[in-house]
């Protein structure tokens, strides 16, 4: 059984463990290691089985963590050389990857992907284990090719859906970070993000979980609309993160 935790996710922080068979590898790691740890406990997850914790990109809200939790798991951290030198995570143990290439962590096969977003060498990741597909996609301003592929493919799709767009318009933020979050560069709105779902639709039955919502320009309930008027899927069928210290596992 693939088990999906997501302990994480917004604005906020990000963490998601990725387990299946005893093993599991965590994507970002940007909430202090203590929460990640309550986290593990609330959703069930091993904290023996963890084998590495791969880091998207260098922005604080997905590696704030990652240095303290790799030292207290006693696990590598592994991303490009790029990410890796635009971070400060302490002493760790750094397994760099190719940015172009798939490797495998125990019996998880991953291949990164590379996201548009304001950060050096931003990747999502694809995990194959036991036959299942995962993709993790958050933080970035537009799906690349290989991104929409994957999400064709996938058998749980953790997609960000940053914003509602007249929320970000009418909302606190200064002109130019709106202008950031709302760029290729910057974050997926619910639209889009409904709409590239649309796209990759086929009767395989993905299970979709919204990501990364800005806890200022968007909430569960409008992401969870949008995304169901778009595209057809019923709004229970649709999850995401509903508070601060919510967490989800998602099995396929
Ligand atoms: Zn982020
Ligand atoms: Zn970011």
New binding site residues.
């Given amino acids: 059984m693939l088990e999906v935790h997501v302990l994480a996710s917004g604005s906020d922080g990000n963490c998601t463990v990725i387990e299946s068979d005893g093993e599991a590898i965590m994507i970002d790691a940007g909430i202090s290691c203590k929460k990640i740890l309550k986290q593990m406990e609330q959703e069930g997850v091993d904290k023996e089985m963890v084998k590495a914790i791969l880091v998207t990109?260098e922005?604080s809200?997905?590696v704030s963590g990652a240095g303290a939790t790799a030292r207290k798991l006693g696990v590598p951290v592994m991303c490009n050389e790029a990410t890796f030198s635009a971070l400060n995570l302490g002493s760790v143990d750094y397994v760099p990857i190719d940015p172009s290439g798939s490797f495998d962590i125990g019996q998880f096969h991953v291949t990164p992907l590379p996201t548009v977003?304001?950060?050096v060498q931003?990747c999502a990741y694809y995990t194959q284990v036991d036959g299942k597909k995962v993709l993790l996609a958050t933080?970035t301003g537009k799906l690349t090719f290989q991104i929409e592929a994957a999400l064709k493919e996938a058998d749980i799709a953790v997609i960000e859906a940053n914003y509602d767009a007249r929320m970000l318009a009418e909302g606190p933020y200064p002109p130019q970070l709106k202008q950031l979050i709302g760029s290729d560069h910057g974050h997926m709105c619910n639209v889009d993000t409904a709409k590239a779902i649309r796209r990759t639709m086929t009767d395989s039955g993905r299970q979709i979980f919204l990501a990364h919502l800005s806890r200022t320009n968007n909430e569960p309930d409008i992401a969870r609309e949008t995304v169901s008027e778009i595209t057809g899927i019923r709004r229970l069928n649709i999850d995401c993160l509903e508070f601060l210290g919510d967490s989800r596992t998602l099995r396929a």
């Fill in positions: 990109h922005h809200d997905h977003h304001n950060a931003p933080d």
